[in-house]
């Protein structure tokens, strides 16, 4: 019997040893402050469901903390957008707006200077901005695309899709990443909404612009793709999509080292197609990305 009520008492030790295990990190979740992030309708839809669902779990575990969408209308207007923010929580952590609805972000902020308040895009800010704007390290994505472009194009050309007149900055960017992989060969640069009259040069695209025209012929070549959108909706010849949505850049521009001078900048985050590629490649891409992009 003193066995049996020995075993019986070492066993209830163990479960509750293992449900403080699991309630106290839930209660300090819980009772943390959660990030705010504004998103309009039309960006869940083009994200997807699914998607969202689980990048907002992500976050969640990468800031330990939880992350609260709030939906808004893209027809609502800036004191709507700022309302919306002050019913979805009380005293959040931080509220993450697109710049799309910075007007929104600038008036919740004056009437909440203590929380603090991020702008996810937009051009460069002024000093008179009242928030903190986190803008996608253009250079670093370039660069990092020109790596990837040389992986993927062998030994045939690269055709960049993009801005008509890309600024020279960037091409050095670009090119640089292509030379750190052996890749000397000049890439050719048309903008978004140019003709070109034949493809079968190249092993590689990268559409950095609205090139729809292009990703419709659905061409077996290999295309690096710049968009937020739903990748599952895209053509089987993207292998490689950069995301720059202030979803994907909310946990480290939280996190971002804030030095009270200039813009946030983070590169996108590049995600490799699985189901494009076969696994040898996926594995030799995925490995890659990994270990250049962190």
Request: net charge positive.
């Amino acid at each position: 019997m003193d066995m049996l009520d020995s075993r019986y008492k070492k066993l209830v030790l163990l479960i509750a040893i293992c449900s403080l295990l699991f309630i106290i990190p839930v209660t300090i979740y819980m009772s943390r402050s959660p990030v705010l992030i504004v998103t309009d309708l039309s960006f869940y839809e083009l994200y997807g469901s699914q998607r969202l669902r689980q990048q907002r779990q992500k976050t969640s575990r990468q800031l330990f903390r939880r992350l609260i969408p709030v939906y808004v209308a893209e027809s609502a207007g800036s004191d709507l957008i700022a309302i919306a923010a002050e019913d979805a929580y009380d005293r959040p952590r931080a509220v993450i707006f697109p710049h799309r609805y910075q007007e929104g972000a600038a008036i919740y902020k004056e009437n909440h200077p203590q929380v603090e308040v991020l702008v996810i895009g937009g051009p460069q800010s002024q000093n008179t901005e009242p928030f903190l704007r986190v803008r996608t390290n253009t250079k670093l994505d370039l660069y990092r695309a020109g790596l990837s472009a040389a992986l993927l194009a062998g030994d045939q050309g690269v055709l960049f899709i993009g801005e008509a007149n890309l600024a020279d900055e960037y091409r050095e960017a670009f090119q640089a990443g292509l030379l750190q992989r052996g890749f000397l060969e000049e890439p050719i640069y048309i903008g978004a909404y140019s003709s070109h009259p034949s493809f079968s040069p190249y092993g590689c695209v990268i559409v950095a612009g609205p090139a729809i025209w292009f990703l419709e012929q659905n061409l077996d070549i290999p295309v690096i793709l710049f968009s937020w959108a739903n990748s599952a909706l895209t053509p089987n010849s993207v292998k490689l999509v950069f995301n720059d949505s202030s979803w994907v850049l909310a946990a480290r521009a939280i996190r971002a080292k804030r030095t009270g001078e200039g813009d946030i900048l983070l590169g996108s985050e590049p995600t490799v197609l699985k189901d494009r590629v076969d696994k040898s490649t996926y594995r030799m891409i995925n490995r890659f990305v990994k270990t250049n992009f962190n």
